[in-house]
T-cell receptor, first 112, second 114 residues
Framework: ELKVEQNPLFLSMQEGKNYTIYCNYS?????LYWYRQDPGKSLESLFV?????AVKQEGRLMASLDTKARLSTLHITAAVHDLSATYFC????????????FGGGTRLMVKP | DSGVTQTPKHLITATGQRVTLRCSPR?????VYWYQQSLDQGLQFLIQ???????AKGNILERFSAQQFPDLHSELNLSSLELGDSALYFC?????????????FGEGSWLTVV
């Protein structure tokens, strides 16, 4: 059974600081997704990583994938308050594709 | 706005009852997925349909069923409801069969069972 673990589960940081969220998973996969969720809202797609060594950046967020280590990271650079949300990673471990197993989420709070 | 539409947004019902959640995927998307989000279970995959056919099944209870219609909208039927079924139910869609497609989520349907 595919297991996806994120850490930390909760992150409180000051504006302007950098930090990294980690996503570990238990079985071989080269399809890793990152989503953002505001309280009570939908899941917003941030990144889709499809190969070992993939790196994608959007604004202050950068995601990477190491399939050999079964690890993805979401790096936050110079955090701003608007980044406060819960971030989920999800792994597609299904051969036919697109069946996502989600991590428990990392609740990020950026203090002004 | 992801383009995935779900109704109703909120629903309160009693134990033992049956409800139907409806989803319209993004225009042109053939795949529809249902996920459940609860505090104790997190986000769990329930079921996937592709162009009207069931493609994958996750942790979906026997009391739950789904279908995708010829116009590609989907319905999730929840019956004999229990307090523990209270959750946020998401529908999602993606463009085509295969791997690596972006999966877009709707706003969700909040179900409260009392």
């Amino acid at each position: 059974e595919l297991k996806v673990e994120q850490n930390p589960l909760f992150l409180s940081m000051q504006e302007g600081k950098n930090y990294t969220i980690y996503c570990n998973y238990s079985t071989t996969s080269d399809r890793l997704y990152w989503y953002r969720q505001d309280p009570g809202k939908s899941l917003e797609s941030l990144f889709v990583l499809l190969s070992n060594g993939a790196v994608k950046q959007e604004g202050r967020l950068m995601a990477s994938l190491d399939t050999k280590a079964r690890l993805s990271t979401l790096h936050i650079t110079a955090a701003v308050h608007d980044l406060s949300a819960t971030y989920f990673c999800a792994v597609d471990g299904y051969n036919a594709g697109n069946m996502l197993t989600f991590g428990g989420g990392t609740r990020l709070m950026v203090k002004p | 706005d992801s383009g995935v539409t779900q109704t109703p947004k909120h629903l309160i019902t009693a134990t033992g009852q049956r409800v139907t959640l409806r989803c319209s995927p993004r225009s042109g998307d053939l795949s529809v997925y249902w996920y459940q989000q609860s505090l104790d279970q997190g986000l769990q995959f329930l079921i996937q349909y592709y162009n009207g056919e069931e493609r994958a099944k996750g942790n979906i209870l026997e009391r739950f069923s789904a279908q995708q219609f010829p116009d590609l909208h989907s319905e999730l039927n929840l019956s004999s409801l229990e307090l523990g079924d209270s959750a946020l139910y998401f529908c999602a869609s993606s463009a085509r069969r295969g791997v690596g497609n972006t999966i877009y989520f709707g706003e969700g349907s909040w179900l409260t069972v009392v």
